[in-house]
């Protein structure tokens, strides 16, 4: 069966270290996002890709990167960690863009920043 | 300012009951409502996906409802199970602006 999955499930890193959060889909979707989800906050996207060599930035973009150099996978790194950052990060995929596409979520990645 | 509000914000049923839970939006323009069910733990996955044109769709004990004219949509679940304990949350998109907009969800827990 298909599935989007995401590596590391869980990382403690400190401040300034640099951290990249892995994921990879084989649904053969063009469309690949990343969001974080945070106590009191619905999820909010970080970064998004349409296809191999494009990335967008989202809503809350700052201190983050992503790169796709293939359909499979967008990895998303912090470059220089910060508490901030501290969140559970989802990584989706869809068929279609964001209006219409359903997504399909990967199981997250807890990250803490110390 | 596009948003989704979600209530209550944490509800207890006991196993067998129904419950409603409900979603109101400012988003604009609507291009359709979509309700989640995230497992703790794990990541969300779809229930319903509703457009403007429908006012209800059903996923097995699920029922969504939508009221594009009031803003509103609900979940119904139906004949609750232990299993249905969950964080449920309300997804809209923003027509022709490739714009989701998360709730912050309703967590549900269902009890013997």
């Known amino acids: 069966d298909a599935e989007i999955t995401q590596s590391p499930r869980h990382k403690i890193t400190e401040t300034g270290r640099q951290v990249t959060l892995a994921c990879h889909q084989t649904?053969?979707?063009?469309?690949m996002f990343w969001y974080r989800q945070d106590l009191g906050h619905g999820l909010r996207l970080i970064h998004y890709?349409?296809?191999?060599?494009?990335?967008n930035k989202g809503e809350v973009s700052d201190g983050y990167s992503v790169s796709r150099s293939n359909t499979e996978d967008l990895p998303l790194t912090l470059e220089s960690a910060a508490s901030s950052q501290t969140s559970v990060y989802f990584c989706?995929?869809?068929?279609?863009?964001?209006?219409?596409?359903?997504?399909?979520f990967g199981e997250g990645s807890r990250l803490t920043v110390l | 300012k596009n948003q989704v509000e979600q209530s209550p914000q944490s509800l207890i049923i006991l196993e067998g009951k129904n419950c409603t839970l409900q979603?109101?939006?400012?988003?604009?323009?609507?291009?359709?409502l979509r309700w989640y069910k995230q497992d703790t733990g794990r990541g969300p996955v779809s229930l319903t996906i509703?457009?403007?044109?429908?006012n209800t769709k059903s996923n097995g004990r699920y029922t969504a409802t939508l009221d594009a004219d009031t803003k509103q949509s609900s979940l119904h679940i139906t004949a609750s199970q232990l299993s249905d304990s969950a964080s449920y949350i309300c997804?809209?998109?923003?027509?022709?602006?490739?714009?989701?907009?998360f709730g912050t969800g309703t967590q549900l827990k269902v009890e013997l």
């Open positions: 989706a995929s869809s068929e279609s863009g964001l209006e219409i596409g359903e997504l399909f």
């Open positions: 649904w053969n979707h063009n469309n």
């Open positions: 890709s349409y296809g191999v060599q494009d990335t």
């Open positions: 979603c109101n939006y400012t988003v604009s323009p609507f291009s359709n």
């Open positions: 509703m457009t403007f044109s429908e």
């Open positions: 997804v809209v998109s923003k027509g022709g602006g490739n714009k989701l907009t």
